[in-house]
């Protein structure tokens, strides 16, 4: 365990976490191998990203190059590593695009679209003055050499792969719980992408899980949830948790109760606000929500699903050492929505994304919070809202997903 | 289009970067006509044909929202941005309505910190004559950036 020479947890509990967990090069190595390349299914994209035989579209599970493929046959999904088995070279540069096959520009090693390697040029030679110079060993077997296979698990229209393939069913790691909320979104109806927003945040990767798993702060930090009265801590709400506590549904339905100063404690809150222009929160119920109106789901380690009313999309998490990640936005809506619907889910994106009214402000504090861990990492932070215990609330005033990510977490890495 | 046109447009142009590197949030709106179109989106979508901004606005009103937004609830690092317009170049001018597009480099200067680049791209303008002068009916801010350097706050 690299990691034991700098973490010092406080006790066996996770209420107070190393700010070393942040801070640490090599312990940023041992998670990437044992989170994102061993044992769990990360996010690669979504089906509607590659509907026809050889689109294609290049990501990354954790800091590893991968292409996730539609084949030849237009419905298998291939996710293949994006190195030439040859000398190794991040081969495909386009972030997406259609193909019939790969080819390394190096040597033009070529593969077929599930990572097979068909064609090794001069492999058998070349003839010269009556002889054959060169050439790949006999006993040299393209089979042995294709691109790295991942495995790969698709629901709902949504693509996971992993590097392990002895990892557990996609479902199986989801857990009934989460899969439940999961499968509310993504019930089968075709998405339809309504385009991309990336942000590189200078912060550990975990601290998004996290952000995401800490229904504290939305009424606090995002004044402007509060102030147009989207967010009240007496909403009705729950926080659910899979089994092992690496994933977690936070829950909420918005509620018309009292006066919202009474239960925001927010000493700016202006109850006489009122937006220029409402349509920024034209919401409308759809029947899919089942009553939650915004549920904010966490697939441990690579994904953060978002419904916020009326706005959903996919948050992807592309680590980039321990202290940088890239947030990767997906929005979408789904094949059915009606123009005012799409224009409904576009205009309520100006509340998420980098420039978000309610999520700019998440990646600002990360970044400040990665600040003073750099600065400190013998110290350590907080997260005692709720208790110091591990389990699933009827309420928000909590802090026991991280404190649930966290035992996961060690779980994992102290093995 | 006219000498005098073409000085008025370039006018244009550099008096909203002023505005929107001054600081000054509240001049922003100004630029603009009631029913204008205020789009911040990376060439990525806008050249792939998704609808996807990362700010979509579609009224004055949404601008001054959005300066609200900037001054009293979004919780940001402060910094200066300071905004490089090159000069317009004008594809159609119908006496009423000019279509025009610049390139633009904004940098940011947070306290304490080195200048950098921040968002690079160029203006796709539809500007109109109003008794007030030259507005901005719409204003298409695309962005060749491919990350973002964790937030956009500021108006482009």
């Known amino acids: 365990m690299a990691h034991e020479a700098v973490l010092r947890w406080h006790d066996a509990g996770t209420s107070r976490i190393p700010f070393a967990a942040y801070t640490d090069d090599a312990l940023h190595r041992e998670e990437l191998a044992r989170l994102f390349y061993k044992g769990h299914w990360c996010y690669v994209g979504l089906e509607a990203e590659i509907p026809d035989a050889g689109d294609f579209k290049r990501t990354s599970i954790g800091e590893r190059s991968v292409i996730m493929v539609r084949d030849a046959n237009g419905t298998d999904v291939h996710v293949v590593e994006n190195a030439c088995a040859h000398r190794g070279v991040a081969f495909c540069r386009e972030r997406h695009g259609n193909r019939k096959e790969f080819t390394c520009p190096y040597h033009q090693w070529s593969y077929t679209l599930n990572g097979d390697l068909q064609g090794v040029p001069f492999r058998r030679g070349v003839k010269q003055d009556g002889k054959v110079n060169g050439g790949m060993p006999a006993d040299f077997r393209p089979a042995e050499h294709g691109l790295t296979k991942l495995k790969v698990a698709v629901r709902g229209g949504v693509v996971f792969a992993s590097f392990d393939h002895d990892v557990e069913p996609l479902e199986d790691f989801i857990g009934p719980a989460v899969l439940h909320y999961f499968d509310r979104i993504f019930d089968g109806r075709k998405l339809r992408i309504l385009g991309y927003n990336r942000q590189r945040i200078p912060g550990n990767w975990k601290l998004m899980q996290e952000n995401i798993k800490d229904p504290y702060h939305p009424g606090l930090l995002h004044t402007w949830f509060v102030t147009f009265g989207l967010w009240r801590a007496d909403n009705k709400s729950q926080l659910v948790m899979d089994d092992h506590h690496r994933h977690a549904a936070m829950i909420s339905t918005r509620g018309a109760q009292g006066q919202a100063e009474q239960v925001t404690q927010v000493s700016s809150f202006k109850a006489s606000m009122q937006l220029q222009d409402p349509r920024f929160l034209d919401i409308v119920p759809e029947p899919w929500w089942g009553g939650p109106t915004a549920v904010m789901t966490t697939l441990f380690p690579s994904v953060i699903l978002q419904q916020q009313v009326n706005s959903v999309s996919t948050r992807q998490i592309i680590p980039d050492g321990h202290g940088s990640f890239d947030f990767v936005w997906t929005h979408f809506g789904f094949e059915d929505d009606t123009p005012e619907m799409t224009q409904r889910r576009l205009r309520q994106a100006n509340l998420f994304g980098p420039a978000g009214f309610v999520s700019a402000d998440d990646g600002e504090v990360i970044e400040l919070s990665q600040m003073s861990f750099e600065a400190r990492p013998s110290h350590r932070t907080l997260v005692e809202l709720g208790g110091r215990e591990v389990g699933n609330t009827d309420h928000m005033v909590t802090e026991t997903l991280i404190r649930g990510m966290y035992q996961y977490w060690r779980e994992v890495m102290e093995a | ?156």
């Open chain 2, 1 to 156: 289009m006219s000498f005098d046109d073409y000085m008025a447009l370039t006018r244009l142009h550099a008096d909203y970067a002023r505005a929107v590197d001054s600081g000054n949030w509240d001049l922003w709106p100004g630029f603009f006509t009631d029913d204008c179109v205020y789009r911040i989106q990376p060439r990525e979508n806008h050249e792939r044909g998704f609808p996807l901004a990362t700010l979509s606005f579609e009224s004055k009103g949404m601008l001054m929202d959005r300066v609200y937004g900037i001054k009293e609830t979004l919780f940001h690092d402060p910094y200066y941005q300071r905004h490089v317009v090159g000069a317009p170049l004008v594809h159609k001018d119908d006496g009423e309505r000019i279509e025009c597009e610049a390139n633009y480099a904004v940098f940011r200067t947070k306290f304490n910190e080195l200048t950098s680049v921040y968002n690079v791209g160029r203006y796709i303008d539809t500007v109109v004559r109003t008794p007030e002068g030259l507005k901005f009916a719409s204003r298409l801010v695309v962005y060749d950036s491919e990350m973002i350097p964790n937030s956009l706050i500021y108006p482009l």
